[in-house]
C-alpha cells in the first residue's frame, strides 16, 4: 500500500511547480578550474529576478565533467548562494553508491530536494531502474526526490511503484521528446502526484503544459531571467497567445541548443553569458567553444533581447 505523503514534501512538491533553472558551471580560462566567484553570482542573479528552484549538477552544468570534489562544492555554492530564497534541488547520479553519498552530503549542505540523473548504464531494465531510484530515495527520507526519465521504456507503472516504496518520489522531470508518450506516462502514474517537470526546456514547455506538466527546465534562464519566467506566467494563466508569443522570442536560442543532439546545449549558453560578461565561455571536452558563425547568431539574439527589453 503507498505511504502518506508528509505535509512538508506535499508543500515541496507545489514549490516545484515552476521554472527550474540548470545553472551552469563557469570555469576559468583554460577550463581546469570552476570559478566559484562567478558561480555565486550567476546563482544569485537567478534568485534575484524571481527563480525559485536552482538545479546544481544538472546537465547544463557540465554534471558530467566534474570532479566529485567540484559536484559537493557546487551544491554547496548553491545552498550559501540563495540564502534561503530559492530551494536547492541537487543533480546526483553515476553509480548508486556514489548517488546515495551525493544525496547524504546535499542533505547536509542543506538541499531540501534532488534531481537523479538517469542512470548511466549500456543494459537497463525496468526493475532495476526501479532499484537503483529505490536506493537513493531510501537513503534520504527527509528530502524531495525528482525522477529524471530520459528513456521512453520507463512508464508509469514503475513510477508509481516507485512512490508507493518512497513516499518521498515527489517529482518527475520528463525529458522524452513525445508529448503523447508524456501524456500517457504521466496519467498511468498520477497526474496530481507528481510535480510533473517538462524536462526539454522552453521549446517543449507549452506543448508539455497543455497535457500534465506544471514547470520546464531551463538553461536559458541563466541568460535572460526576465523571458523564462514570462513563459511560466503565460502558461499558468492559460493565455496560450502570450505563451508562444514569447515562446518565439526564446526559439532561435534554444533550437541552436538542441541541434546536432544537443551538441552545443551549454557552450550557446555559456557564450550568450560570456558576451554579457557574467561568465568564460570555457567549456569542458566533450563540449566544444563555438565557432565564430555561431557567436555570431547568439550576439544578434543578445542584441535583439537588450533592444526589446528582455535583459
Wanted: with cysteine; glycine share 8%; net charge negative.
Amino acid at each position: 500500500m503507498p505511504v502518506a505523503v508528509p505535509d512538508a514534501l506535499i508543500r515541496l512538491r507545489s514549490r516545484l511547480q515552476t521554472v527550474v533553472a540548470i545553472p551552469i558551471t563557469p570555469f576559468q580560462p583554460g577550463g581546469a578550474e570552476v570559478d566559484w566567484i562567478a558561480h555565486a553570482a550567476l546563482i544569485r542573479r537567478l534568485v534575484d529576478h524571481g527563480v525559485e528552484v536552482v538545479t546544481p549538477n544538472g546537465n547544463t552544468g557540465e554534471f558530467y565533467t566534474l570532479t566529485l570534489d567540484e559536484t559537493r562544492r557546487a551544491v554547496e555554492s548553491a545552498v550559501e548562494a540563495v540564502d534561503g530564497r530559492a530551494e536547492v534541488m541537487a543533480g546526483v547520479g553515476l553509480d548508486a553508491a556514489g548517488a546515495v553519498a551525493a544525496a547524504t552530503h546535499a542533505r547536509a549542505a542543506g538541499c531540501g530536494s534532488l534531481m537523479v540523473h538517469q542512470p548511466v548504464h549500456p543494459y537497463r531494465s525496468a526493475e532495476g531502474w526501479v532499484a537503483y531510484h529505490r536506493q537513493v530515495a531510501e537513503a534520504v527520507p527527509e528530502l524531495g526526490v525528482v525522477l529524471y526519465i530520459r528513456d521512453p521504456r520507463i512508464g508509469g507503472e514503475q513510477i508509481a511503484a516507485l512512490a508507493d516504496a518512497c513516499p518521498n518520489v515527489i517529482g518527475v522531470k520528463y525529458a522524452v521528446p513525445d508529448p503523447v508518450r508524456f501524456a500517457s506516462v504521466a496519467r498511468d502514474a498520477g497526474v496530481t502526484r507528481f510535480a510533473w517537470i517538462a524536462g526539454l526546456a522552453e521549446l517543449s514547455a507549452p506543448g508539455y503544459w497543455a497535457v500534465g506538466a506544471a514547470g520546464f527546465t531551463s538553461g536559458l534562464v541563466n541568460v535572460v531571467p526576465r523571458l523564462s519566467l514570462a513563459l511560466l506566467e503565460a502558461l499558468r494563466g492559460g493565455d496560450f497567445d502570450k505563451a508562444m508569443a514569447v515562446w518565439e522570442q526564446a526559439r532561435s536560442f534554444e533550437e541552436l541548443r538542441a541541434a546536432d543532439s544537443s551538441a552545443d546545449n551549454v557552450s550557446v549558453v555559456k557564450e550568450a553569458l560570456a558576451q554579457l560578461d557574467l561568465a568564460e565561455r570555457t567549456v569542458r571536452p566533450p563540449s566544444r567553444i563555438l565557432p565564430a558563425p555561431l557567436r555570431d547568431q547568439i550576439q544578434a539574439l543578445v542584441g535583439r533581447w537588450r533592444t526589446e527589453g528582455w535583459l
